[in-house]
């Protein structure tokens, strides 16, 4: 059993790699630092056959450094939601450090307002809009756009955007 209480193997796929030196998946997994990012970026580390790139607004967060510690497989990286400039930053040390990128898990999100539909003001219904549904656009165009990232190999972690709209969830 896994962190997360499922079995490994429905959480990690085993990912055919693609024609490169090495044999490894790697992961480019948002929000690594807390939370279900930290929770999945340790799950996926503590496999040898992989490389976890865990993508958070600060890289230099304690928590990262302690998993980067523990796995040598893990190298933070700087990756904001929706930020165009720290996604393509992302995407390019990931090409350089790894040569490929196999698998994107957008987790990052934020839950600023927890009140109801009536007393939550509008101008919060959109900044969780374009953060957790908008905000993940950026890192799944970059990635696709690379040759590296097939576009059935994007996952994004179901948020209540998606039952809102009727999306199936993908993870």
């Not at 490389?51 to 040598?72: E, T, W």
């Amino acid at each position: 059993m896994s962190y997360s209480g499922y079995p490994d193997h429905l959480l990690i796929p085993r990912i055919k790699a693609s024609l490169s030196a090495s044999n490894k998946t790697v992961y480019l997994i948002s929000g690594s630092n807390r939370g279900i990012g930290y929770g999945l970026a340790t799950l996926i580390a503590a496999h040898l056959d992989t490389i976890v790139f865990a993508g958070a607004r600060d890289p230099a967060a304690q928590s990262l450094k302690d998993l980067a510690a523990k796995h040598p497989n893990v190298h933070p990286v700087k990756l904001t939601s929706g930020d165009q400039a720290d996604n393509e930053a992302a995407i390019i040390e990931i090409q350089k450090t790894a040569g490929r990128l196999d698998v994107i898990i957008a987790n990052a999100g934020i839950a600023n307002t927890m009140g109801s539909v009536a007393s939550t003001p509008p101008s919060a219904f959109r900044e969780h809009w374009e953060v957790n549904t908008l905000g993940r656009a950026p890192v799944f165009r970059r990635g696709v756009a690379w040759r590296g990232v097939p576009q059935w190999q994007c996952w994004r972690v179901p948020t209540w955007h998606d039952e809102a709209f009727g999306w199936p969830p993908i993870l």
